[in-house]
């Protein structure tokens, strides 16, 4: 009796697999969904907390380059 049993869990357990991987491969992205600037994502986190404020700032600044950057003298 087991040795029937066992491998129609192993074949039901294989099939629910396969199943389950071909389904996630067929599904896309919503493509109407707003795709949000590095700059909103950014503001969104820090409203949400999910930064704090020097953090915010010193991501913001990574974000906005300012053409007055230090040169270094060794290269």
């Known amino acids: 009796m087991i040795l029937i049993v066992v491998p129609l869990w192993i074949i039901a357990a294989v099939a629910i697999i396969s ?6 491969g067929t599904q896309t992205p919503p ?17 949400s907390g999910d930064v704090d404020e020097t953090e ?14 230090p040169v270094d003298a060794h290269h």
């Not at 199943?19 to 996630?24: E, G, K, L, P, W």
């Not at 795709?35 to 820090?46: G, I, N, Q, V, W």
């Not at 915010?56 to 950057?69: F, G, I």
Request: no cysteine; glycine share 0%.
């Open 19 to 24: 199943f389950s991987r071909f389904d996630r």
């Open 56 to 69: 915010y700032l010193h991501r913001l600044a990574v974000l906005r380059p300012t053409a007055e950057k």
């Open 31 to 47: 493509s109407d969904s707003p795709r949000l600037s590095p700059e909103a994502l950014l503001t969104e986190r820090f409203a």
